[in-house]
């Protein structure tokens, strides 16, 4: 079992930035991919960007070049920093983690943007 704690959610004005955290703990494999979603009110979960063991990222259209994905391996952490914050980011963000065939989410942070 592997578990998974996100932080770092909050409000936040337009334009600004806000990093989240995704803590992994259990049994960790070395091949992965680490993954943020979220999801607003009312609609479908949708992909924010991953990362792989090998380090390859991937985003979304919607936060590429705003967004930025990373980890720190030692930590079993992977991060979400996010600048120019738009109200549309406004959702829970859910961290979630592929391995060994298996599927582990965590029970997400709220991100609002607003004014």
């Known amino acids: 079992q592997v578990q998974l704690v996100e932080s770092g959610g909050g409000l936040v004005q337009p334009g600004g930035s806000l990093r989240l955290s995704c803590a992994a703990s259990?049994?960790?494999?070395?091949?992965?991919?680490m993954s943020w979603y979220r999801q607003a009110p009312g609609k479908q979960r949708e992909l924010v960007a991953n990362?792989?063991?090998?380090?390859?990222?991937t985003y979304s259209s919607s936060v590429k070049g705003r967004f930025a994905i990373s980890r720190d391996n030692a930590k079993n952490t992977v991060y979400l920093q996010m600048f120019s914050l738009k109200p549309e980011d406004t959702a829970v963000y859910l961290c979630?983690?592929?391995?060994?065939?298996?599927?582990?989410w965590g029970k997400g942070t709220l991100v609002t943007v607003s004014s």
């Open positions: 990362i792989n063991s090998a380090g390859t990222t």
């Open positions: 979630n983690r592929k391995q060994s065939s298996m599927d582990y």
């Open positions: 259990g049994s960790i494999s070395s091949i992965y991919v």
